[in-house]
């Protein structure tokens, strides 16, 4: 499940099913009637471990004595000692690159399958076993769970199960939440028919998050005939369409709705969801919706979370009827190619009312054009305000340095033009600046040191000058620095080696000048890549020196490094190395082939070394191997290992 989502979920479940942790699913440990649990719920519970293959992180470690009611994620009742709880969700899920859930692959995960023993626990209540590999011989949700009737939550999201999902789950009739979304992405559990769904009259919540219903048209007017529903999240499901007529809502009580990554590919109004005036989340994101607004937008004054970005939609303009959404807090319309006048928007089209609500803008990636105006700082609350990619000039607003919540400033990739403003200074809870890739001039302003939260900084691509400040060393917390492409001078100042969290550090095609030595590296100790090219340095590594990193990329390219090969390379372990241009003359020595033996990426082009390649060049691990414009001689080394 993607990060954003994630939180929303989380958020909205705390506020509408605050019954899940009180009263008698509260975990309860202390019992009226006097004894331990039932031994014969006990004995369920040890079959149901036998089941789990792998336990790395002890959950079930618990698990032994005598009162079943005491072990880690069981919870009985005070009156009859029956175990009517039983969480056990993985309690250290692990994102990918995409921030996508992916539970088999986490050693903290569950292993083994969901033992049919689990039907002895006839007063069990409540069943969340979220977020584990628990996939049973046949990788399907397993169909005894249909037939624990007592149950009013199942959570088994991000359990990456395959086929059918099994009809008998509408034998639950006592339902409230329902979970079996899949980590926010496609998979391949799938559904012909979901009229079992009517058989739950109670339910509240559910989550189908990527199981595959695109074969099911009316999928609508199933859901339309669960009133109490307040919560439906059914993105990732390659639904085709939701502009299905209902005549009569019966969704009165609707507050979050996620379709999210779907393939409607019909106008925009035609959806029958902007009846429901309940809501207060809205996730459109990732269709393929167009046209504009309908003017029911106006009547859902709850609405609290309005997403519909990256649906390519231009003529998604910014209706009068979006004005009465006062009670707006995030606002996303990126991805979208809506053209129009910034200015305007802000002035015009946002509710004033929502000035001193909104706590994200995101207008990325339209075609919006015109100055950023001073009005923006009326929007105090803001926390992410993103504008990149569009087609703003002008300065960047002093008045920025008023939205003192902001932790997200992004306008990268726009026109804008003049200095950066010593003002964004005060916003001390940023964590991450981005102003790349636009027409700013000027030096860095020492103010942004004030930034201790501050994890990323990219001011790439734009025509700054002067020296780095050596107060910006104070943004102790910065992990990303990217100051490449610029017109910056002077030295590197030595206190970058202070920055004990940095893991990015570019500040290639610059002009810098003077010497990087070892003290440049000090206490870099999370460092990954580096890349210096390209500027009037030279780089001085003594032959004790210890690189207190293990890098991913490092490039010294048009840097001075000769004329001989520094000594100080023996100690830089990375897996890609790009030391061409840098004045380098004599054979290469006998270590370089050893402590660069197992990169994947090596250039050392351009220089002027002479002598022969190893034999046993071709064992090493190098994909790409750039050698050209120097003097070697002699044979380029070949696996003949398979040979006649």
């Not at 859902?300 to 003529?315: A, E, F, K, W």
């Not at 780095?468 to 910065?478: D, H, K, R, V, Y």
Request: proline share 5%.
């Amino acid at each position: 499940m993607r990060p954003t989502t994630n939180l929303l979920l989380t958020l909205i479940t705390i506020s509408i099913f605050p019954f899940f942790t009180n009263g008698t699913l509260q975990p309860q440990h202390q019992h009226a009637h006097g004894g331990g649990c039932n031994p014969d719920e006990r004995a369920a519970l040890l079959s149901f471990k036998e089941g789990i293959t792998s336990n790395n992180t002890n959950l079930l470690a618990s698990w032994k004595g005598q009162d079943c009611c005491r072990w880690r994620g069981v919870s009985c009742c005070n009156q009859t000692g029956h175990v009517i709880k039983l969480h056990l969700r993985n309690p250290n899920v692990t994102l990918d690159a995409y921030g996508y859930d992916h539970a088999c692959a986490s050693a903290s995960a569950l292993f083994g399958e969901i033992s049919p023993s689990l039907l002895s626990l006839k007063h069990l209540k409540h069943l969340d076993l979220s977020m584990n590999c628990l996939l049973g011989p046949n990788s399907q949700i397993p169909h005894l769970l249909g037939s624990m009737g007592n149950l009013r939550y199942l959570n088994l999201s991000g359990i990456p199960f395959t086929g059918r999902v099994p009809s008998h789950l509408g034998n639950l009739s006592k339902m409230q939440y329902l979970d079996l979304g899949q980590a926010g992405d496609y998979s391949d559990m799938y559904s012909m028919d979901i009229t079992w769904l009517t058989k739950l009259p109670f339910l509240k919540f559910l989550g189908m998050s990527g199981v595959n219903l695109s074969g099911i048209a009316d999928w609508p007017h199933t859901l339309n005939m669960i009133p109490p529903l307040r919560v439906i999240d059914l993105s990732y499901c390659l639904l085709d369409s939701a502009n299905q007529s209902l005549l009569h809502l019966n969704l009165t009580k609707l507050e979050k709705l996620d379709l999210s990554w779907n393939f409607f590919k019909h106008s925009l109004g035609s959806g029958w969801f902007w009846k429901v005036t309940s809501l207060k989340y809205l996730h459109l994101e990732w269709n393929l919706l167009f046209g504009k607004f309908p003017d029911t937008l106006g009547n859902m004054t709850y609405l609290r979370v309005l997403d519909i970005s990256y649906n390519g939609n231009p003529d998604m303009m910014m209706t009068g009827n979006i004005k009465k959404l006062c009670s707006l807090e995030i606002l996303d319309l990126s991805g979208n190619r809506i053209n129009g006048d910034i200015e305007s928007l802000f002035v015009e089209s946002l509710p004033q009312c929502t000035r001193k609500n909104l706590q994200k803008l995101d207008l990325s990636y339209n075609n919006f054009t015109g100055t950023l105006p001073n009005i923006v700082s009326d929007f105090s609350k803001l926390s992410i305000l993103s504008l990149s990619n569009n087609n703003l000039v002008g300065p960047i607003p002093a008045q920025l340095g008023n939205l003192t919540c902001l932790t997200s400033l992004d306008l990268f990739w726009n026109h804008l033009n003049g200095s950066i403003p010593p003002e964004l200074g005060a916003l001390t809870t940023l964590t991450s600046l981005d102003l790349s890739m636009n027409d700013l001039t000027g030096s860095i302003p020492a103010e942004l040191g004030n930034l201790r939260y501050l994890s990323e900084l990219c001011l790439s691509d734009n025509n700054i000058t002067a020296p780095i400040p050596p107060e910006l060393m104070n943004s102790t917390s910065l992990t990303h620095l990217d100051l490449s492409s610029n017109h910056l001078n002077g030295s590197v100042p030595t206190e970058i080696g202070s920055l004990n969290n940095l893991i990015y550090l570019y500040l290639s095609n610059n002009r810098f000048t003077g010497v990087i030595t070892e003290e440049n590296f000090a206490n870099l100790t999370s460092l990954k890549d580096i890349d210096l090219s390209f500027n009037n340095l030279k780089i001085v590594l003594n032959s004790d020196w210890r690189a207190p990193f293990t890098l991913e990329f490092a490039s010294f390219a048009s840097c001075q490094m000769g004329p001989l090969f520094p000594p100080g390379l023996q100690r830089l372990k990375t897996n890609a190395l790009d030391i061409s241009n840098t004045t380098l003359k004599g054979e290469i020595p006998d270590w370089f082939w050893s402590t660069f033996s197992n990169a994947t990426y090596l250039d050392i082009s351009n220089n002027q070394i002479s002598g022969s390649l190893p034999a046993h060049m071709h064992s090493m691990a190098f994909e790409k191997l750039h050698l050209g414009s120097n003097r070697l001689t002699g044979p380029i080394p070949l696996d003949d290992s398979s040979s006649c």
